[in-house]
């Protein structure tokens, strides 16, 4: 299903994905409250969300449609790498995000990671706010282990943590504990204390 405001960007994705027998486009909204309606009638596999809609910020959208359509995959999909709106869609539940001048066989493999499970995200966005994409260089910290810490420090337990990033319970421990070491800490509190210092939270 494509959500988007803009007739073209409905059109010219339905227009790429035609010769994909695999992908198949079954439906489409131009805002949110739309999409909200529809969802749960078309039983989307997988939601390409326009970041910025009329009517609705796509965090919104994202929880809405989790709700909705339980099963959906939900994919942002913004002609800015707009960071904090991009990471606001990310922490609701959205399973990637994607630049809409992405190329069509970069789109099309995008989608079928996602179908198979995968989180995506455009190498070019970075996966957090731009000021602490040094920091998490210099912290030795992957972008998994960044991205288990910083639902951490939102409060998640270790089995919300595991829902939200499709990932399994253990391997949310393992990651957590990975970080831990980098970053020196005994426990996840100190963990989120030093890593708000390291300018990474």
């Given at each position: 299903?494509?959500?988007?405001?803009?007739?073209?960007?409905r059109?010219?994705v339905?227009?790429?994905?035609?010769?994909?027998?695999s992908?198949?486009?079954?439906?489409?909204?131009?805002?949110?409250?739309?999409?909200?309606?529809?969802?749960?009638?078309?039983?989307?596999?997988?939601v390409?969300?326009?970041?910025?809609?009329?009517?609705?910020l796509?965090?919104?959208?994202?929880?809405?449609?989790r709700?909705?359509?339980?099963?959906?995959?939900?994919?942002?999909?913004?002609?800015?790498g707009?960071?904090?709106?991009?990471?606001?869609?990310?922490?609701?539940?959205?399973?990637?995000?994607?630049?809409?001048?992405?190329?069509?066989?970069?789109?099309?493999?995008?989608?079928?990671?996602?179908?198979?499970?995968?989180?995506?995200?455009?190498?070019?966005?970075?996966?957090?706010?731009?000021?602490?994409?040094?920091?998490?260089?210099?912290?030795?910290?992957t972008?998994?282990?960044?991205?288990?810490?910083?639902?951490?420090?939102?409060?998640?337990?270790?089995?919300?943590?595991?829902?939200?990033?499709?990932l399994?319970?253990?391997?949310?421990?393992?990651?957590?504990q990975?970080?831990?070491h980098?970053?020196?800490a005994?426990?996840?509190?100190?963990?989120?204390?030093?890593?708000?210092e390291?300018?990474?939270?």
């Open positions: 299903m494509v959500v988007d405001d803009h007739p073209v960007v059109d010219g339905a227009l790429l994905l035609r010769g994909e027998p992908l198949v486009v079954v439906g489409a909204a131009e805002s949110g409250r739309t999409a909200l309606e529809r969802a749960p009638g078309l039983r989307p596999d997988l390409l969300l326009d970041l910025r809609l009329p009517d609705m796509a965090p919104e959208v994202v929880a809405g449609l709700t909705a359509c339980p099963e959906a995959k939900v994919v942002v999909f913004t002609a800015h707009d960071h904090h709106g991009v990471q606001a869609a990310l922490d609701a539940g959205a399973h990637g995000a994607l630049l809409k001048d992405a190329a069509a066989t970069d789109l099309v493999a995008a989608l079928r990671r996602v179908l198979r499970g995968e989180r995506v995200s455009d190498p070019r966005m970075g996966s957090g706010p731009a000021g602490n994409q040094a920091a998490l260089a210099r912290s030795g910290l972008r998994r282990e960044y991205e288990v810490l910083r639902l951490a420090a939102q409060g998640r337990t270790n089995p919300e943590i595991a829902e939200s990033t499709g399994a319970r253990n391997t949310v421990k393992t990651y957590l990975s970080a831990l980098k970053l020196g005994r426990n996840r509190v100190e963990a989120i204390g030093k890593a708000s390291a300018g990474l939270l």
